[in-house]
């Protein structure tokens, strides 16, 4: 595993090198070679593909038997028994307008699930990671520490974080389920990048975190270390995280939103 966490933190320190070292001045957006992704919101730019290439080589030559998933559409099945999931720039909207709030993100699961998680945002510079088991680590400007465990706090003083959808129909359908959870908090942060909104749970800069149509590149890291600093990160109705809900937060206080989001009919099972 030290292998592997080793190897993970520092391949995302050189796709964020790469991605720091050519991130364009947001008044000249234009000169940026940048596509659509699910609608004409949802830019991605030609860094994105070249910072998920530089780490799928890195991992084919270090790891040839694992295999690979990737958000800009990587897939390579694994004959090892472990799997990366990687978000080679997770806020990229952020990132092409000039905001701090984005990051690299790489995780690696293996058969019992979810192994190593590393998430690293250059512009800090500010990395969290954590191994199964092993506790959840910060490090910043003022040198590196491990996470204590969550403290609890009432659902009506929690700051949740949560992401919108690039689609307006289901950004329709988040703004009901914000009608029903707003008054019953303390606030909302939208901050853009789902992998640093479940690092900020990790270390208490937000109490808990929610979202609907997160995918796997999003959240597999963020959510290892959100465990492994004592948060509970699940779905709704029994399930485990995945693109319909991730929920994460302190124990109690990730049970307190899990009971009101389940009261909401546009989140009932069919």
Not at 89 to 104: C, E
Not at 147 to 167: M, N, Q, R, W
Request: charged share 25%; aromatic share 8%; hydrophobic share 40%.
């Amino acid at each position: 595993m030290e292998k592997i966490l080793s190897f993970a933190r520092q391949t995302a320190y050189e796709a964020g090198a790469i991605l720091m070292g050519r991130r364009p001045d947001p008044a000249r957006l234009q000169l940026l070679e940048t596509g659509t992704k699910t609608s004409p919101t949802d830019l991605v730019s030609a860094l994105d593909k070249e910072s998920e290439e530089f780490i799928v080589r890195q991992i084919q030559i270090n790891f040839p038997d694992d295999g690979i998933v990737g958000e800009e559409g990587t897939d390579k099945i694994s004959t090892s028994g472990r799997r990366w999931i990687i978000d080679p720039l997770d806020g990229t909207i952020n990132y092409l307008y000039g905001a701090t709030q984005w990051a690299v993100s790489i995780a690696v699961e293996d058969v019992e699930g979810l192994l190593v998680g590393v998430v690293y945002s250059p512009c800090g510079p500010l990395e969290y990671y954590a191994v199964r088991g092993q506790g959840a680590y910060r490090i910043d400007c003022s040198g590196e520490v491990r996470l204590p465990i969550l403290s609890e706090k009432d659902l009506s003083v929690a700051l949740f974080a949560t992401g919108f959808s690039y689609e307006s129909s289901e950004r329709s359908k988040q703004a009901e389920v914000l009608q029903t959870v707003l008054p019953q908090i303390q606030d909302i942060r939208r901050h853009g990048a789902a992998a640093l909104d479940l690092c900020m749970v990790a270390d208490g800069s937000v109490d808990g975190y929610f979202e609907v149509g997160a995918k796997p590149w999003d959240y597999s890291a963020g959510v290892l270390i959100a465990r492994e600093s004592g948060a509970v990160a699940s779905g709704l109705f029994g399930r485990d995280v995945s693109p319909q809900m991730v929920v994460c937060a302190a124990p109690k206080l990730q049970q307190a939103m899990i009971t009101m989001l389940e009261s909401i009919p546009s989140l009932q099972e069919d």
